[in-house]
C-alpha cells in the first residue's frame, strides 16, 4: 500500500486550468482516469488527510504510485480526452458500464448494392441504416417479417445471393412474395434501393404518409373494380398497422428523446435508456456497474452519456435526452452532445406531462434491473470469495490469489505443439489477457519440457519488464539474470545464440529484440475477446512505453496453475526458481483423480468435491485446456490446407488467388508454360520461373476420393493433401484415423484424449 504523501506533487506544480489527469499504479498501469475545470482545486482533494477520503477513494489513492496530467483548451475538450483514455487503459477504478448482454439491431445495408435487412449486433458499421435497439432478436424478426409483404426487400446472405444469381432460381421467399428478387433481375438495382428507403422511412417512424397513400391506392382500385389489387392493398395497409401497434404512442408529439433513469445504491447503479422515435419506443437497454469511485447521479449520467454517444454521430444522437440529474457543469456535456449531433441537443430533467411519467416507468424499470441483479450477484460474489479463501487455505497462501494464471500443452502425437495461458482475476475470466504460445525450443513429444519452455518465456518477459522500468534494482538491489551472458534455454543455461543485442535485451527464440518486443521465433499470440473461435494475431509487442496501455506480460500472478501432475509442477517451479523469482506459488492440477500437486510435495493436496476452491481451479484449468486444444486444432487444419503454391518465396495470397483464378486448379498451372504464367498480372519472369521451378518439384497429390460413392475424383480443382473430417469437423488425412491428444497424468505417463477420468469426461 502507498502512501499518497509520497507521489503528491509539489504546491505550484500542478496548473489551475481545464485538463484530464491519470493515476497509475507501481506497475505504471493507469487504474483512474479523471477530468477537471481546475486541475489544481481537483487533485488537491485526493491528497487529503486518508480518513476524510471515501472509502473508494481511499483505496485507489492509496494503491496508486504516481499521478499526472493533460492541460487542454476547453471543458469539453477534456470530456472527449476522458472518454479517450477510458476506453484506451480501461483503469480499474473508473465507473465502467457494460451491456449484461449484446443488443440486437435491425440494420439495413445501404452501403452495399443491393441493400439486405438483417439483424445485427456489435459496433456499428459505416454505411448501415440503425433500428433498435431491441430486447430480442425475435422481436425484429416478427416485425421484419410483417414489413416484407409490403417492402419486400433482400434478407438473404451473400452466399444465398450468388447461389441464386448463378443458378438463376431465387430462394422460398422470392417465390412466395416477400422478396423482389434481385438475384435473378426481377427488379433493378435502383428500384430496389428506393424499396429499402421506403422501409428505412417507415422505420424512422414516417407512417403517416405511407398509409394514406396506400389507402388512395386501395380505394382507386376499388373504384377501377381491380378487386383483387384492391384487397392486397387492404391487406398490407393492416400488416403496416399490425407492426406499429408493437410499438405503441407513448409521446404525442412525436418526439425523438432517449430517456436515461439511475437507480444505486452505495454499492451499485443500474442504467436503463428508452430509445423513443416518433413518439413511439423503439428500443431499450440497460446496463450494471460497480461504484467503484464516490460518484454522484448526475456522475453517472454522465458517464452513461459517454457510454451512449461516445462513438455515435448525426441522427444516431437524439434532438433530446432526459435525464434525472444534471451533470455538473452541464454546459460542456450539452456542448458536447450537439458536436456529435451536429445541431442543438437539449439535455434536461423532465418537470410534467407525457415525459415525466414516461421517465417514472424508465425509472421502475432500473429499479427493477437493480433488483434482479443484486439477487443474482450476491450469491455469485460470495461464492467466489470463498473460492479463493478455501484455494489460500489449502495451498498455504499468505492472501487470496486475485490474479490466477493456467497453462496447458496440446498436440496430435507431437506435431503442431503449442500452450495457452489463460487468466482469471478476482475468479473471473479476463480474456484480454489469454495469451497462446509456439513450442520453439525443441521438437517431438514432451509435455514436461513444454511447460518449462512457456513458463521460462513468460516471465523472463515479466523480469525483462521489471528491469526496464528499473524495478528490480530497485526491489531487491541484485542484478536481473537478464544480463550480457545471455538468457536461459529450457535447461536453465544461458545459449549463445540468445545474446542479447543490447545489454538487458535478449534476442533469438522466445527472447525479446532492442525495441522490447519479443522476436518472430516466440510468437505468442494475444487472445483479444475469445468468442470461440481463436485468432493468431501473429507476433505481440510485448512492451510499450510508460504509457499505461495493458501490457502483454508486465503483471505476475499470485498463483501459476499447469495443467497437469507433479512433473509438470517441478518443471514450472524449475523455471522460476531459475528466473529467481520465489514470491509466485504453483500448484498442479491432474485430471485423472483432480488432485492439487504442490512442489517438493509427494502427497497431493485433496480438496473435497463439494469444494468452491476446487471449482474454480477446475474451471480455469478447462479453461487452459479449451483454449490450448482450439489454437492448436486452427493449426493443424491450416497445415493441411497448404498446397504447394505455399512454399513460393515472396508469392502472397492476393497473387494466389489470382494464379488460381486465371487456370483454374493447380494442376493446370503445373502444366503451364513460364510464358503462360507471366499472362498472370503482376507475374514477372522471375517469379513465373520460381513457381514452375516449385510445382515441378512438389510431389503430385494423391487423387481425391468421393466419401459417400467411393468414386475416384481424377478432375479436381486442388492439389491439396486428401482430407476427411474427425468428429468435430478438423480435417484429418485420408486413410488415417485421428490419432488422440494426449497429455500426461499425475506420475507423468501419456494419457490418450479418450480415456475418461473420474468423472467420466474425456480429455
Not at 378 to 389: G, I, K, M, Q, V
Not at 415 to 440: C, N, P
Not at 722 to 748: K, N
Amino acid at each position: 500500500m502507498a502512501d499518497p504523501s509520497s507521489y503528491r506533487p509539489k504546491p505550484g506544480q500542478i496548473p489551475d486550468s481545464p485538463g484530464v489527469y491519470r493515476f497509475r499504479d507501481e506497475h505504471r498501469r493507469v487504474i483512474y482516469v479523471g477530468k477537471a475545470k481546475s486541475l489544481r482545486q481537483r487533485l488537491a482533494n485526493y491528497f487529503q488527510d486518508l480518513t476524510s477520503l471515501h472509502p473508494r477513494t481511499r483505496t485507489m489513492v492509496t494503491t496508486a504510485a504516481s499521478v499526472e496530467w493533460t492541460v487542454v483548451s476547453t471543458e469539453v475538450e477534456a470530456l472527449q480526452l476522458e472518454y479517450s483514455w477510458i476506453k484506451e487503459y480501461d483503469p480499474r477504478f473508473n465507473v465502467k458500464y457494460r451491456d449484461d448482454k449484446s443488443y440486437p439491431y435491425l440494420a439495413v445495408t445501404m452501403n452495399e448494392e443491393f441493400p439486405r435487412v438483417q439483424v445485427m449486433r456489435g459496433h456499428k458499421k459505416k454505411g448501415v441504416r440503425y433500428f433498435g435497439p431491441y430486447g430480442h432478436a425475435w422481436a425484429i424478426r416478427d416485425t421484419v417479417d410483417l414489413l416484407l409483404r409490403v417492402f419486400p426487400v433482400r434478407t438473404c446472405s451473400a452466399g444465398v445471393f450468388k447461389n441464386a444469381t448463378r443458378t438463376g432460381r431465387p430462394c422460398l421467399l422470392g417465390y412466395i412474395g416477400k422478396c423482389s428478387a434481385p438475384c435473378v433481375d426481377r427488379i433493378s438495382p435502383e428500384d430496389h434501393r428506393e424499396l429499402a428507403e421506403e422501409f428505412c422511412d417507415f422505420m424512422a417512424g414516417r407512417t403517416g404518409t405511407y398509409l394514406r397513400r396506400l389507402e388512395k391506392q386501395m380505394m382507386a382500385a376499388a373504384e377501377e373494380m381491380e378487386y383483387e389489387r384492391a384487397a392486397r392493398l387492404r391487406d398490407d395497409i393492416e400488416a403496416l398497422k399490425k407492426a406499429m401497434e408493437k410499438n405503441a404512442v407513448v409521446l404525442a408529439d412525436a418526439t425523438d428523446a432517449d430517456l436515461i433513469a439511475v437507480a444505486e445504491d452505495e454499492l451499485e447503479a443500474a442504467v436503463q435508456i428508452f430509445h423513443v422515435r416518433g413518439g413511439r419506443v423503439r428500443g431499450q437497454r440497460g446496463w450494471v456497474t460497480d461504484k467503484v469511485e464516490d460518484v454522484t447521479t448526475g456522475a453517472l449520467v454522465e458517464h452513461a452519456l459517454q457510454q451512449l454517444y461516445g462513438e455515435e454521430s448525426g441522427d444516431s444522437v437524439p434532438k433530446e435526452v432526459l435525464v434525472p440529474a444534471l451533470p455538473e457543469p452541464v454546459e460542456p456535456v450539452q456542448e458536447w452532445l450537439t458536436g456529435r449531433r451536429g445541431s442543438n441537443v437539449s439535455l434536461r430533467i423532465p418537470q410534467r406531462g407525457d415525459k415525466k411519467a414516461l421517465m417514472e416507468t424508465v425509472q421502475r424499470n432500473a429499479l427493477q434491473a437493480l433488483g434482479l441483479h443484486k439477487t443474482k450477484r450476491a450469491s455469485d460474489l460470495t461464492t467466489r470469495s470463498r473460492a479463493l479463501e478455501e484455494i489460500a487455505d489449502a495451498l498455504d497462501l499468505d492472501s487470496a490469489p486475485l490474479r490466477i494464471e493456467c497453462y496447458d500443452i496440446s498436440h496430435l502425437q507431437g506435431d503442431d505443439v503449442v500452450a495457452s495461458m489463460v487468466v482469471f482475476e478476482d475468479g473471473l475470466q479476463r480474456k484480454s489477457e489469454y495469451r497462446r504460445f509456439q513450442i520453439k525450443g525443441f521438437a517431438g513429444q514432451d509435455d514436461v519440457r513444454s511447460m518449462h519452455e512457456v513458463i521460462t518465456r513468460r516471465f523472463r518477459r515479466y523480469l525483462a519488464e521489471k528491469e526496464r522500468t528499473g524495478e528490480w534494482a530497485e526491489e531487491d538491489g541484485t542484478e536481473s539474470p537478464l544480463t550480457d551472458a545471455g538468457v536461459l534455454t529450457a535447461s536453465g543455461a544461458p545459449t549463445a545464440a540468445d545474446a542479447p543485442t543490447v545489454a538487458g535485451a535478449p534476442t533469438d527464440a522466445g527472447a525479446l529484440t532492442a525495441s522490447g518486443a519479443p522476436a518472430a521465433a516466440d510468437t505468442p499470440t494475444a487472445a483479444g475477446t475469445d468468442t470461440g473461435t481463436d485468432t493468431d494475431t501473429g507476433p505481440v509487442n510485448g512492451f510499450k512505453d510508460d504509457d499505461g496501455r495493458p501490457r502483454k506480460f508486465a503483471y505476475p500472478p499470485q498463483l501459476v496453475v499447469v495443467d497437469g501432475g507433479q512433473p509438470q509442477v517441478a518443471a514450472a517451479k524449475r523455471a522460476l526458481d531459475e528466473l529467481g523469482i520465489d514470491d509466485i506459488a504453483v500448484c498442479g492440477l491432474a485430471k485423472r483423480l483432480e488432485e492439487v500437486w504442490l512442489p517438493e510435495d509427494d502427497d497431493p493436496v485433496v480438496l473435497p468435491r463439494t469444494s468452491e476452491g476446487l471449482y474454480l481451479l477446475q474451471r480455469v484449468r478447462d479453461e487452459a485446456h479449451r483454449f490450448a486444444i482450439t489454437y492448436q486444432r486452427t493449426k493443424r487444419a491450416k497445415r493441411f490446407r497448404s498446397g504447394p503454391l505455399d512454399d513460393v518465396p515472396g508469392l502472397g495470397e492476393t497473387r494466389k488467388q489470382a494464379l488460381i483464378k486465371h487456370f483454374g486448379s493447380v494442376k493446370k498451372l503445373r502444366s503451364a508454360t513460364i510464358e503462360q504464367i507471366q499472362e498472370v498480372p503482376g507475374i514477372g519472369r522471375k517469379t513465373a520461373e520460381t513457381i514452375a521451378v516449385a510445382l515441378a518439384q512438389a510431389a503430385p497429390a494423391a487423387p481425391a476420393v468421393n466419401t459417400a460413392t467411393g468414386e475416384i475424383m481424377d478432375d479436381r480443382e486442388d492439389e491439396a493433401p486428401e482430407t476427411t473430417a474427425d468428429a468435430s469437423g478438423e480435417p484429418v488425412p485420408a486413410g488415417a484415423s485421428e490419432a488422440p491428444e494426449t497429455t500426461a497424468d499425475a506420475s507423468g505417463e501419456p494419457v490418450p484424449a479418450g480415456a475418461p477420468d473420474d468423472r467420466g469426461q474425456e480429455r
